[in-house]
């Protein structure tokens, strides 16, 4: 590939068997590298082995967070193909992202070009047994070595890549998730709708005191009002009211998932229509007071599909759908975990096919 070197090494790390897999521990052999300066824009694109990032302690990123990254996928298919789900997207997200942290934006074809190479010579370390993937994580930080609050000027680029196995340990089961109202993950007008390390931050405190009282999520509410659903956890949420497939609007303070995006898409590709407005968390509680049939669930891409089983809210407990799989939350990840594995037609060609294994 050209504008791209690769530099291999003989000393390659035992992959990890496949039941052993977590989500995020272990590493792969290489990383991709790519660096920005004013002058010279994007340049030195390199394959080389993966190594820590060497960083004076002034170092931008490390005091003022004025970094971005993404997370996707590759699947190994029953056939040994190994293929990638809307990857495009990805990147165009991150040059999203770029915008709002004041940071030069990509080559969105290069750098897709870029991750195939990687993954081409990274491909032993891509599971096959179910539910396994190859977790992608390209990444860019602010590298001036400066103390003073204004945009960096020099940048870093890189992608690393992770094996792994189910994010919820539990597997695909209803989870229980805790509606707070005593924090705030994003309010409009912010960069609550890049995909930045500070929004994760801010999730840290909430998320551990719901863990601490047995709930494996948080349900954010909107930072203004403190009354519209905004996100669970780092996923989009969605939620059936009577047969109709309805989520919150994107406002600004809200992620635009691609598992989001493939959901609803997924949805009108079959003939049904999807509402996105504001739900408020009193309209969810009413529904469900009322007996009327509802399913909640999360999209993201580590979890693909989250069901929804309890809701805490204001120390009250529900249930939501018996606590089971709902009908069409079992659908709709069948449908995209069969296209992600190529276990299915792709009707909506998201895949991007990489090499065979």
Not at 76 to 82: D, F, H
Not at 211 to 217: F, L, N, S
Not at 238 to 258: H, K, Q, R
């Amino acid at each position: 590939m050209e504008g791209l070197s690769i530099t291999t090494t003989e000393q390659l790390k035992k992959c990890p068997n496949d039941n052993e897999l977590n989500f995020g521990v272990d590493f792969t052999d290489y990383m991709f590298n790519m660096d920005y300066h004013p002058d010279s824009g994007w340049h030195n694109a390199r394959i080389e082995p993966y190594q820590p990032i060497v960083m004076d302690p002034s170092t931008m990123v490390l005091h003022y967070g004025q970094g971005v990254f993404e997370g996707l996928k590759a699947y190994k298919t029953s056939s040994g193909n190994i293929q990638l789900f809307r990857p495009e997207e990805n990147f165009a997200r991150l040059n999203r992202s770029c915008r709002l942290l004041c940071i030069p934006e990509i080559d969105e074809q290069f750098s897709l070009d870029a991750l195939k190479e990687l993954i081409k010579l990274e491909k032993r370390w891509v599971p096959g047994a179910s539910g396994t993937s190859l977790y992608i994580r390209p990444t860019i930080v602010a590298t001036d070595p400066f103390l003073g609050v204004r945009a960096s000027k020099n940048y870093r680029y890189f992608i690393i890549l992770s094996p792994v196995g189910a994010y919820y340990p539990e597997g695909f089961n209803p989870v229980k998730i805790w509606v707070t109202k005593n924090h705030v993950r994003a309010v409009r007008g912010g960069v609550g709708e890049a995909k930045t390390p500070g929004n994760y931050a801010a999730s840290l405190y909430a998320g551990e005191q719901a863990h601490k009282e047995g709930y494996t999520q948080v349900l954010w509410l909107d930072g203004v009002e403190q009354k519209y659903v905004e996100e669970v956890g780092s996923m989009n949420i969605f939620f059936v009211f009577d047969g109709t497939l309805v989520t919150p609007e994107l406002n600004g303070s809200i992620l635009p998932g691609i598992t989001r995006k493939s959901v609803i898409e997924m949805a009108n590709h079959w003939g049904m229509s999807v509402i996105e407005r504001k739900i408020s968390i009193d309209e969810v509680i009413e529904s469900q007071k009322q007996g009327k049939k509802m399913e909640i669930f999360g999209t993201g891409t580590a979890a693909v599909i989250s069901p929804v089983g309890f809701i805490r809210y204001q120390n009250q407990e529900y249930v939501i759908n018996d606590g089971k799989v709902g009908t069409l939350t079992q659908k709709l990840y069948n449908a995209l975990t069969d296209i992600q594995y190529g276990h299915a037609k792709d009707p909506l060609n998201w895949i991007v096919s990489v090499c065979s294994s």
